[in-house]
């Protein structure tokens, strides 16, 4: 290993406030994405480190106010074993089974792969499609991000250096349904080319889907909405020529890059096809 960076760890979330505001520090956690940068394969080496695993109030899941809400170092694995998680989101549980081998799950955090803020983040679609918010905090105080602007630019986010995040706040809404797809190399164990957030309300057989989300991952420098995508679904009903138009709207709109894990037309290609078989599936075609 190239560096070995100090490592702080607080025991109370006002010590850990008061380390960040003294200068430069990255949280972490699991450190299944942050190793990688302390080999110097991505990125800069930190400098230092904030070690978050005895910060009690960046753990747990519950239902508050209408929302699930899960602390920041919340793993995958606990994602999979939380019965909250599995009534009242499956499609998180489904995307927390798709990262990594049970290692990774049982040390990855929720928290870290939304700071990480890769464009390849398995669950940053879903948060994008669901609305939820990335609550942060600081001495100053905190506030909630809109997970719809918090990525503003590649491997960037909003949080400011003096900030943590705390807890991820995901409404639940009636009626609204979620899916999650994922394409990679091979079925599990695999950096996603393609990775789908999508949600909808559905309000019967004689209306159509209302507050369509459809959110993408690994098919732009940050995870995105396909706005033209919704409004082809917004209205409609789920039906083999809904599906059709969708999909044509979502190649039209994306701008994928080739890399090493896949091209550009593929990306486009599968992004397309699985819009396509979620709305067919939705509406059983």
């Known amino acids: 290993m190239p560096a070995e960076p100090p490592v702080e760890t ?5 010590e850990a406030y008061a380390l960040l505001a003294s200068g430069p520090l ?3 956690a699991g450190g299944t994405d942050l190793m990688v940068r302390i080999t110097g394969e991505l990125g800069p080496i930190p400098e230092r480190l904030l070690d978050v695993s005895r910060l009690e109030d960046l753990a747990g899941i519950s239902l508050e106010s209408g929302a699930l809400v899960l602390g920041a170092r919340t793993t995958y694995t606990e994602i999979r074993r939380s019965a909250l998680c599995r009534e009242h989101l ?16 049982n040390r990855g955090t929720l928290g870290g792969n939304i700071a990480n803020a890769s464009p390849a983040g398995d669950m940053l679609p ?8 990335i609550v942060a905090g600081s001495a100053r105080g905190e506030r909630s991000i809109p997970a ?32 999650f797809r994922k394409v990679g190399t091979r079925r599990a164990q695999a950096i996603s080319k393609v990775v ?4 909808w309300r559905d309000h019967g057989h004689s209306a159509g889907w209302t507050d369509v989300r459809v959110a993408f991952g ?64 939705a509406g059983g075609w």
């Open 126 to 133: 879903l948060l994008l499609a669901t609305d939820a918010e």
């Open 90 to 105: 499956p499609a998180l549980v489904e995307a927390a089974a798709t990262i990594g081998a049970a290692q990774i799950q």
């Open 10 to 14: 607080p025991g109370h979330l006002r």
């Open 26 to 28: 990255v949280p972490i």
């Open 218 to 281: 690994s098919v732009a420098a940050t995870p995105v909405r396909v706005a033209a995508a919704e409004a082809v679904l917004e209205g409609a009903r789920p039906s083999p020529e809904t599906a059709d138009a969708a999909a044509e709207a979502v190649a039209a709109a994306i701008q994928p890059i080739d890399d090493v894990r896949s091209t550009a037309e593929y990306r486009r290609v599968v992004a397309a096809r699985i819009v396509h078989r979620v709305v067919r599936d």
């Open 196 to 199: 789908l957030g999508m949600s």
């Open 148 to 179: 719809a602007t918090f990525w503003p630019a590649y491997r960037r986010t909003l949080l400011a250096p003096d900030e943590l995040i705390l807890r991820i706040r995901i409404p639940l809404v009636a009626g609204r349904e979620t899916r």
